[in-house]
């Protein structure tokens, strides 16, 4: 089962929006950045795994960035807040049209 959650990091002014899937790992994450929200990441593993196969990784990874590496399980001091997918897809889609439309 898929579910959405997000994080707040305050030593970076960091939210962090998440979406896992039942095994615990990260398919896509949104990172927004200071009291602005700016979006810095919005990486799909998916997409991240098609980047990888067609060579072009660095390119990805400079503009989306990367999910989290680690399941959550193994996640230590973050308690994060459960979401909805509608509340993600809100913050999701935003911040993935910003960065893609940015000059590489």
């Given at each position: 089962?898929?579910?959405?959650?997000?994080?707040?990091?305050?030593?970076?002014?960091?939210?962090?929006?998440?979406?896992?899937?039942?095994?615990?790992?990260?398919?896509?994450?949104?990172?927004?950045?200071?009291?602005?929200?700016?979006?810095?990441?919005?990486?799909?593993?998916?997409?991240?795994?098609q980047a990888h196969?067609?060579?072009?990784?660095?390119?990805?990874?400079?503009?989306?960035?990367?999910?989290?590496?680690?399941?959550?399980?193994?996640?230590?001091?973050?308690?994060?807040?459960?979401?909805?997918?509608?509340?993600?897809?809100?913050?999701?889609?935003?911040?993935?049209?910003?960065?893609?439309?940015?000059?590489?």
């Amino acid at each position: 089962m898929t579910t959405w959650m997000r994080c707040y990091w305050d030593e970076e002014d960091i939210w962090s929006y998440f979406e896992v899937d039942a095994e615990g790992w990260v398919t896509r994450q949104v990172e927004l950045q200071g009291p602005e929200l700016t979006p810095i990441a919005a990486a799909s593993l998916d997409d991240w795994q098609q980047a990888h196969a067609a060579g072009r990784l660095d390119e990805y990874d400079s503009r989306f960035g990367i999910t989290a590496e680690l399941p959550i399980s193994e996640w230590e001091g973050h308690k994060p807040e459960q979401l909805t997918s509608e509340e993600f897809e809100e913050v999701w889609g935003p911040a993935r049209r910003q960065i893609a439309s940015q000059p590489s």
